[in-house]
């Protein structure tokens, strides 16, 4: 990558399924290893591999469309999540939005239907952060990486998206400084240096 | 026909009103005055210039000549357009190029032929005016949509960036980016077009009509000449963005950090 180096000499091996927690210090680089995954910044040297496929630019949009990802600030376009639902249908008719369940995620969530006519913007941190979960629901892709994904939730609303995402039959790499996150049983904890 | 021709004398006299200018500049101290003067001093000179090779290039009338004079007005329209937006000129060029000439070409052999209907194509009494015209706009809208896509993209990064993750399709994630950049590259010529004759008189218009031609041809032209600045000016905007797309992006489709000058 650019500048400084942000890790070096790191290798891992992330099995399907695996509930991981990725702990360290802030500014360490976490971040930085969701934007690996994602093909957003380069490695100097080394490869990465995620389902067996290269991450390289013949297998990217593949490998994007495995993966689901929350960034820390839920950056969601300017549009009402209603339209992004419907783009979001357009986008993946290969892996149909589980949408028949929209019902059931929005309860789950604690949102009113009615908050998905809203522009995203005007939403406050902690409803763009369950609307952001909601698009991950919906979307049903297989990895999904979330960055600091409960920190703007009440501690009722933690509880409830940390159980039902580490029940999920998925691979789960979080960043969070949320306890609760730490406090689950069937969370794996990394120490990131 | 043709308008009076002006002396150089009468010319010079409007220099009279130079002097309450610089007055007023240096009384109320806008640190004016030095610009006002160069700028008027380049004008004078740069048009002395064309007038010398507009003779030239009228005389000879050759195509081979007026062509070869048009891609040299693309070719500092794309320097200056690069420059201008902040962007890598070694980079963008290629792209910027293609994207201005097609357009350009195919509105303006399209215009002498079809809308003019000239029996020879071209000849540098309409070629060379009417290329300058729409070069002189497209260049105005190509720096608006080159600098607000790249720079926009750059400063919200973290918003493409986590869309392009959603939609796993780079042309889905670039389109509000897109859309913004075309729209205000585009929007004052729509503009003036709402309010031509209303709040001015353009230009060529003005110019015809002291030339000598009747109001109803110079009108003629004026829409014939706002249509093609504005095909051209969409054309090139839309394709500029398309073609620069492998040069300012990965192939991870991730903004390339090194595209932009300076700084």
Redesign the interface.
């Given at each position: 990558m650019d500048g400084n180096p942000v890790f070096s000499d790191f290798s891992m091996e992330i099995n399907s399924g695996t509930k991981m927690l990725i702990k360290g210090r802030s500014g360490s680089g976490k971040t930085s290893l969701f934007k690996l995954l994602l093909g957003f910044a380069q490695p100097d040297t080394g490869n990465i591999r995620i389902n067996g496929l290269a991450l390289d630019k013949t297998h990217i949009r593949e490998i994007r469309n495995s993966f689901f990802y929350l960034s820390q600030d839920v950056d969601l376009p300017h549009e009402t999540g209603r339209t992004l639902i419907a783009r979001l249908e357009r986008l993946n008719r290969e892996h149909p939005l589980v949408i028949d369940s929209l019902g059931h995620f929005l309860t789950l969530l604690d949102l009113p239907p009615s908050l998905l006519e809203k522009k995203i913007p005007v939403l406050s941190g902690g409803e763009r952060q369950r609307l952001g979960l909601l698009m991950g629901f919906l979307l049903d892709r297989p990895i999904w990486l979330l960055d600091e994904p409960t920190s703007a939730l009440d501690d009722a609303m933690k509880e409830i998206v940390v159980d039902y995402i580490t029940a999920m039959d998925k691979t789960i790499l979080v960043v969070s400084h949320d306890r609760v996150w730490e406090a689950h049983p069937d969370i794996t904890k990394f120490n990131w240096r | 026909m043709g308008a009076q021709d002006l002396s150089i004398l009468s010319l010079l006299s409007f220099l009279l009103f130079l002097v309450p200018v610089l007055f007023i500049g240096r009384y109320l101290r806008l640190g004016l005055n030095k610009a006002i003067v160069t700028g008027a001093t380049r004008m004078c000179i740069q048009l002395g210039f064309v007038g010398l090779y507009l003779e030239f290039l009228f005389r000879f009338n050759s195509p081979l000549l007026n062509i070869a004079y048009l891609l040299l007005m693309v070719v500092i329209a794309c320097y200056t357009v690069l420059r201008s937006s902040n962007l890598k000129v070694t980079t963008f060029f290629i792209p910027l190029f293609l994207a201005l000439t097609i357009p350009f070409t195919l509105i303006l052999f399209f215009f002498d032929l079809v809308v003019i209907e000239l029996s020879s194509l071209f000849d540098a009494r309409y070629l060379i005016p009417i290329g300058g015209m729409l070069l002189g706009n497209c260049l105005r809208s190509l720096i608006i949509g080159l600098d607000q896509f790249y720079s926009g993209i750059k400063k919200q990064e973290?918003?493409y960036?986590?869309?392009?993750?959603?939609?796993?399709?780079r042309f889905?994630a670039l389109k509000?980016w897109a859309r913004k950049s075309i729209a205000s590259a585009v929007t004052p010529t729509i503009a003036s077009m709402a309010t031509i004759g209303l709040v001015s008189l353009p230009g060529m218009m003005t110019g015809q009509i002291l030339g000598g031609s009747l109001p109803i041809v110079a009108i003629k032209y004026q829409v014939a000449i706002m249509a093609a600045i504005f095909y051209t000016e969409f054309f090139s905007v839309v394709l500029s963005l398309a073609f620069s797309l492998p040069w300012g992006f990965?192939?991870?489709?991730?903004l390339h950090?090194k595209i932009f000058a300076g700084k």
């Open positions: - | 973290k918003e960036l986590f869309t392009l993750a959603l939609y796993g399709s889905e509000p990965n192939g991870m489709n991730v950090s």
